[in-house]
Structures are given as C-alpha cells and as structure tokens.
C-alpha cells in the first residue's frame, strides 16, 4: 500500500512484523531467559557483571533487561 514512513511503521506494528525480541536474528536471550534475569537480580547480591557472565552477553546488555530499556512487553 502506499503511504508515508510514519504509515508503513504503524502497519508493521499493527501487523507484529518487526524484528523484535526473539525474532531479530542477532538476539542472544530469549523471553524466558529475560523474565529469569530479572527475577534473579537482586542488587547488591547477585551482579550484573556475573548475570551477563552466565547469560553470555555484555553487562549492558543485562543493564537493559533490567531497566527495561529492551524486552520492553516482557
């Protein structure tokens, strides 16, 4: 169909087209790994540096989960 960016993006979304969470072919987590990660962080106790140590990825990446700056709807 045609429209502007701004309309194509709204159908995406509309749609669940996107190449977010599981979906996008770089991702390392999973959603079940993200709902664990932010069950088993407990400041303080258990770190983000030994948290992305086990799940395999950068510690910001754990940063994010936590802050819920990614896997936003999880």
Known sequence: FLGTQKDNMNDRDIK???AVGE???LS???AVKVKDI???YIPH???I???AKYYNVAPA???AVINRRTWKLI
């Open 23 to 25: 979906k996008h072919g």
């Open 38 to 40: 932010r069950q088993n």
């Open 61 to 63: 990446t754990i940063q």
């Open 45 to 47: 106790i258990v770190s």
């Open 28 to 30: 390392k987590l999973t």
């Open 49 to 51: 540096k030994k948290l």
């Open 16 to 18: 669940n087209r996107g």
